[in-house]
């Protein structure tokens, strides 16, 4: 996923759906970690969030963006990990 001001033509190419409105559900950590064990994260207090992210981005699939960029990109805007996933999105023509 790369905003369309951003992508290249090659990066045009390879991502060739574009959505204007992309909503982002989530659950952002809001206290350390419980131990080092596997699921010490999914132990975590967290607290929900939900955004939209405005503007044109290539992506992936026609499905909308992988999970993992998406995930990675709305940690950036929130400034706090957590885990993030796609509600929904509108795909331009």
């Keep these: 996923m790369i905003r369309v001001e951003e992508a290249t033509p090659y990066q045009q190419c390879t991502r060739p ?9 989530g659950s952002i950590f809001t206290g ?5 064990h596997l ?3 999914f132990e975590r207090p ?5 955004f939209s ?3 044109a981005y290539h992506c992936d699939y026609p499905s ?20 993030y996933g796609m509600g929904s999105a509108r795909r331009l023509n």
């Design 17 to 25: 759906w574009v959505f204007d409105h992309i909503e982002v559900r």
């Design 32 to 36: 350390p970690a419980t131990g080092t």
């Design 39 to 41: 699921l010490a994260d």
């Design 64 to 83: 909308g963006p992988r999970l993992d960029a998406l995930a990675n990109y709305a940690a950036n805007v929130t400034g706090r990990g957590g885990f």
């Design 53 to 55: 992210l405005l503007g």
């Design 46 to 50: 967290t607290e929900e969030v939900r």
